[in-house]
């Protein structure tokens, strides 16, 4: 464990070429412990030149790992891969739509914020002692409010901007 987390280490650390990612890709593709690639992958998230090789490595290992997809679809919406992203959301999304880590993934990826708060009621029915989703769904709530708030109109909601 050592070893691997102290070259992850400086590959951090310094300036790195294509070399150096295809020597860690490399490195990674020799471990098979998969307790310790998700503790690395926790430990350098969102560093996205190390995570998503590392969270690529588990999903080797470990096929259709919801977390790990949501996980990798995470770093690259940090990373501003928006397409990438949504790749990992319909993947899961197709495999259990229910699930509160899903929908949470859903609610941080789209732009939408009416759809945001659908997901994040739709979380709290599921789980209401979420606390996370709870705060997020009042910070939504108070952005669409600065943004001027929303009229039901024909039974939609519209949002009405500030003049």
Known sequence: MTT????ISSYVDKPHSAKDKKDLKNLLEQENNITLLEYLGQEYFPDT?????????ILEL??????TIISIGS?????????????????????DPER???????????S???????LYKKILKKDPTSENA???LKQTESQIKEEGGWKLVNGLPILYLKS
């Not at 030149?49 to 490595?57: D, F, T």
């Not at 470990?62 to 977390?67: H, S, Y």
């Not at 939408?112 to 659908?118: D, P, T």
């Open 4 to 7: 691997l987390k102290n070259i």
């Open 49 to 57: 030149e190390v995570s998503i090789p590392i969270y690529e490595r």
């Open 62 to 67: 470990k096929p259709n790992n919801i977390e």
């Open 75 to 95: 770093l690259f919406w940090l990373d501003g891969e928006y397409d990438e992203s949504q790749k990992r959301l319909e993947i899961v999304k197709k495999m």
């Open 100 to 110: 509160v880590d899903v929908m949470g993934f859903e609610a941080l990826i789209t």
């Open 112 to 118: 939408n914020l009416y759809k945001k708060i659908e």
């Open 134 to 136: 709870l705060a997020l």
